[in-house]
């Protein structure tokens, strides 16, 4: 079945247009202008019950209003939107009842209170019995481990605990869609782990479709089997991970310290980037050359540092865009 | 649909539970605030004292009619803003996208948002009212009255904001035009109607409604009178259907925003 059906779905912003300097406040007060900016362009996809898909793109690449069309948030200016066979436009309520939400950059807690008020008045919202809700309460702080602090007030908690408490909010009511907008936006690595691995152990256990956006390809990595790239508002590439991992993905950016200047120029698979006295930064293209391979060539005696890193999110969804207008 | 308003309702009821909790958190504050906007309203019982030695009768008022005045006013101000602070905040919330969390859930966006902050100094005001009908002019019919025509203000009153409030969705500054409307119906609601001839007292009992806030119910503790109850009753009922129409109606050009917030 699809939990999520998007046809020739648009959203058009208007903004006012103002010229620089006085003069042109002084214009914009008797002649405003105004120009429209096209933030979702005719889009179309769907997502099985039971996925894991990561909705990803640059800034302004047009993902949180499509999850806000998705929501119910914003209302489309063109194309349909279903979400578990209802319109999130027509039956704003009778959704909110079979998704949940999580914005990394917008709290949904009330942060003067203990994460259990809050989850006791979450469930009060989604019209659950109160001795439904001691019992969710009390499955989902095992599972998220809240035990030490979910009677300690919202304000006081760490970001990690913050955000989980987010996620266990938008699951009292168990829903059957749950959408992710940068869940794990200013974590450090292992309370994104946790989170991953929460979020995984969530889709396996209560069978939850999954929409996530990110920034962070680890989130995307880890969690997602199929990926939607969008730029400019247009869905440039939807495809499975493990496709996008073989095609774009292939690639290991090594910044390595060395004593002395080290030729690679002549290694095949590798490409030097940047090269000053015995700083190094190598792309290593793995379908021709194997990273420990590569490694092995760098002689270890030798070496201050290293580092080895995936090449930028940004720079594949900005290569994908520059290869293919639409990849589909 | 008896249900879901029974549920709406348990929601209302947690929300400003919640809320008034949150004030508690500092007892100091809580209770400093409280007590002092009892005694900055009690202030202006002097102001009049001196007004009425000097002139006996004020556009038809005497003493205990302006305190009833002013009873009326706090704790119609008070009730509002203690069940409804948040519809005085409503443009900031349209302009710097913060309804997202209430557009998620599934219940009234306009309740769920109007009744997710409270103001501690409005308990003062509330109390405030109580003490100047039990003072001035106590006696159980003027009591209950008077609870009903806080009531009916209350709604009145937030109703005004939602409209005013819901301007933001059409005009980016909406938020001044909503502020400059609610401060001068305050100001007013604190002088007799009989001081305003002309185009002003028909713009108090139309555009800016303290004539049906504080004026009319004023009048009705004074001397009771069912038609005008029914009508102010009546206004209250179509002031409210109209705030929720305009809200919805406005809320279809809701633009969100991505900007970082927390819910405090």
Redesign the interface.
């Known amino acids: 079945m699809k939990a999520i059906q998007v046809k020739n779905l648009s959203k058009t ?1 208007k903004v ?1 247009v103002k010229e620089k300097g006085f003069r042109g406040s002084m214009s914009s007060i008797i002649k405003p202008r105004y120009k429209s900016i096209l933030a979702v362009d005719n889009i179309s996809f769907e997502v099985e019950q039971g996925e894991i898909l990561a909705f990803i793109g640059p800034n302004g690449a047009g993902k ?2 499509t999850i ?1 069309m998705l ?5 489309p200016n063109n194309g349909e939107v279903s979400v578990m066979n209802i319109n999130p436009c027509a039956k ?3 959704l ?2 079979k ?1 949940g ?1 999580v ?1 990394g ?9 203990t994460p259990y ?1 809050n989850f006791k ?1 979450f469930g ?4 659950l019995a109160d001795t439904v809700i001691e019992e969710r309460i009390n499955e989902l702080k095992k599972t998220f481990e809240l035990e030490e602090f979910i009677n300690t ?1 919202v ?1 006081n908690l760490s970001l990690g605990q913050r955000i989980r408490c987010e996620i266990v909010a938008s699951l009292i009511h168990k829903p059957e869609v749950l959408f992710l907008d940068e869940p794990t936006i200013g974590l450090d690595p292992v309370v994104k782990e946790n989170i991953r691995e929460l979020i995984k152990k969530m889709n396996r256990e209560y069978q939850t479709t999954v929409f996530l956006t990110s920034h962070d390809v680890g989130d995307i990595e880890k969690l997602c089997k199929r990926i939607i790239i969008v730029n400019h508002g247009r869905i440039v590439l939807d495809d499975s991970m493990e496709h996008l991992k073989y095609h774009y993905l292939n690639k290991k950016i090594v910044e390595v310290k060395m004593k002395e200047t080290v030729d690679f120029t002549a290694e095949e698979g590798i490409t030097v980037l940047k090269s000053k006295g015995g700083n190094l930064k190598l792309a290593i293209d793995t379908t021709k050359k194997k990273i420990n391979d590569a490694l092995r060539l760098i002689d270890a005696d030798n070496m201050i540092d290293i580092n080895i890193s995936n090449v930028p999110l940004e720079n594949i969804i900005t290569e994908i865009y520059r290869e293919n207008k639409v990849l589909l | 649909m008896l249900t879901a308003a029974k ?1 709406q309702g ?2 209302l009821l ?2 400003v539970k ?1 809320n008034i ?2 004030q508690m ?1 500092n007892r100091a504050a809580f209770i400093t605030n409280i007590t002092f906007m009892i005694l900055n309203n009690a202030t202006f019982i002097i102001q009049w004292m001196i007004l009425f030695h000097l002139k006996e009768d004020i556009g038809g008022y005497h003493m205990n009619d302006v305190m009833v005045l002013w009873g009326l006013a706090a704790s119609t101000y008070g009730l509002s803003h203690i069940f409804f602070q948040t519809a005085y905040n409503l443009p900031d919330l349209i302009i710097n996208g ?4 209430y ?5 009234n966006v306009l309740l769920g948002v109007i009744s997710s902050g409270t103001n501690t100094s409005a308990i003062g005001d509330l109390l405030y009212g109580y003490l100047i009908i039990c003072i001035f002019r106590f006696s159980i019919v003027n009591l209950l009255l008077f609870t009903l025509f806080s009531i009916t203000g209350a709604l009145i009153l937030t109703a005004f904001a939602i409209l005013t409030g819901s301007l933001s969705f059409w005009i ?1 500054k909406g938020d001044m035009i909503s502020g400059n409307l609610h401060s001068v119906l305050l100001h007013f609601s604190t002088y007799p109607d009989g001081i305003f001839k002309g185009i002003i007292r028909l713009l108090l009992y139309t555009l800016i409604p303290v004539g049906l806030i504080i004026y009319l119910p004023v009048k009705m503790i004074l001397r009771f009178d069912p038609f005008t109850l029914l009508l102010l009753l009546g206004f209250t009922v179509l002031i409210i259907f109209l705030a929720f129409f305009v809200f919805y109606k406005g809320l ?1 050009r ?3 925003s ?7």
């Open positions: 912003f006012k949180s209003t806000k929501t119910g948030i914003l209302y704003r309520k009778q909110a009842y998704i939400t914005f950059q917008k709290e949904q807690l009330w942060t003067h209170l008020d008045f009060a919202i989604y019209d007030p304000r | 549920q348990k929601v947690l929300s919640y909790m949150r958190t913060k309804l997202d969390s557009l998620v859930q599934p219940k980016v279809r809701y633009s969100s991505n900007l970082m917030s927390a819910r405090i």
